[in-house]
């Protein structure tokens, strides 16, 4: 069974990290890119990173540029977000996805 599975959200205050992690299972991760998104409430879904599978390179919106890391452990089969700076505005439920499968989403909370 192909599945996605975020973990590691949580409250954390305005400049604080988190670091979000997506296991993979039924497939092999770094066959494909996986992207990280977001959703905040009242507001549409939003790329916020992804990491090609042939050579690893990356994107990173604008908003998050510098302050997010993607990375992946293909012994693992995990996607990771290393989320540093928070900012209220970054809180949001984020799911990671590849074109086969999406996640169920872990709730990030950025408040004092």
């Known amino acids: 069974q192909v599945q996605l599975v975020e973990s590691g959200g949580g409250l954390v205050q305005p400049g604080g990290s988190l670091r979000l992690s997506c296991a993979a299972s039924?497939?092999?991760?770094?066959?494909?890119?996986i992207a990280w998104f977001r959703q905040a409430p009242g507001k549409e879904r939003e790329g916020v990173s992804c990491?090609?599978?042939?050579?690893?390179?990356?994107y990173y919106a604008d908003s998050v540029k510098g302050r997010f890391t993607i990375s992946r452990d293909n012994a693992k089969n995990t996607l990771y977000l290393q989320m540093n700076s928070l900012k209220p505005e970054d809180a949001a439920v984020y799911y990671c996805a590849t074109i086969i499968s999406w996640g169920q989403g872990t709730q990030a909370t950025v408040s004092s």
């Open positions: 039924g497939f092999t991760l770094d066959y494909y890119a």
């Open positions: 990491i090609s599978s042939s050579d690893g390179s990356t």
